[in-house]
T-cell receptor
Framework: DAGITQSPRHKVTETGTPVTLRCHQT?????MYWYRQDPGHGLRLIHY???????DKGEVSDGYSVSRSKTEDFLLTLESATSSQTSVYFC?????????????FGPGTRLTVL | AQSVTQLDSQVPVFEEAPVELRCNYS??????LFWYVQYPNQGLQLLLK??????LVKGINGFEAEFNKSQTSFHLRKPSVHISDTAEYFC???????????FGRGTSLIVHP
């Protein structure tokens, strides 16, 4: 158990509203990631972080921003949600010493944008 | 650049039959290879991984995979499946100093009684 929680687990919102998803980890891992999962597309990387205040874009970053002010929390924000952002969002971390090649995933957040 | 192709989007099989889920990758550097499983309404769990050494890798729940460098494949196998193996399976590749894996689109394994 990599100690990853995501909140909320489910959210329904309306087009144009801001939304923030939270990923929390308890084991002081340096690398954290946000993915979205859509049928037929597998997992696609949105943003990732390699330390506090150090973040970078993934392949589908448009419309998303992230912040990491503490090691344990990685926030994903949709500034103005659109229906195309309806998806399941997963947070992941990279394992610690001796296991830095492997990602471990949170339980996911199902977001519906009406 | 690296990429992963999972050749089957869906694999139906009867309980206690053997199964193979196919994965091919492309990469210009040496690779790490992974299989993850996702049960309904859950996150991804690591099933097994290949980093180096023996090309036959054993994972949890009786699954195994074989790394074939010449064919750039990492197929997942199980000799006898159970109903509880019904899930989505993802192949992933990383390497070249990058911690960030590239995922395939997934294969839905459906086990019928």
């Amino acid at each position: 158990d990599a100690g990853i929680t995501q909140s909320p687990r489910h959210k329904v919102t309306e087009t144009g509203t801001p939304v923030t998803l939270r990923c929390h980890q308890t084991e002081n891992h340096r690398y954290m990631y946000w993915y979205r999962q859509d049928p037929g597309h597998g997992l696609r990387l949105i943003h990732y972080s390699y330390g506090v205040k150090d973040t970078d874009k993934g392949e589908v970053s448009d419309g998303y921003s992230v912040s990491r002010s503490k090691t344990e929390d990685f926030l994903l924000t949709l500034e103005s949600a659109t229906s195309s952002q309806t998806s399941v969002y997963f947070c992941a971390i990279t394992g610690s010493r001796g296991d830095t090649d492997t990602q471990y995933f949170g339980p996911g957040t199902r977001l519906t944008v009406l | 650049a690296q990429s992963v192709t999972q050749l089957d989007s869906q694999v139906p099989v009867f309980e206690e039959a053997p199964v193979e889920l196919r994965c091919n990758y492309s990469s210009s550097v040496s690779v790490y290879l992974f299989w993850y499983v996702q049960y309904p309404n859950q996150g991804l769990q690591l099933l097994l991984k290949y980093l180096s050494g023996s090309t036959l890798v054993k994972g949890i729940n009786g699954f195994e995979a074989e790394f074939n460098k010449s064919q750039t494949s990492f197929h997942l196998r199980k000799p006898s499946v159970h109903i509880s193996d019904t899930a989505e399976y993802f192949c992933a590749v990383s390497g070249g100093g990058s911690y960030i894996p590239t995922f395939g689109r997934g294969t839905s394994l459906i086990v019928h009684p």
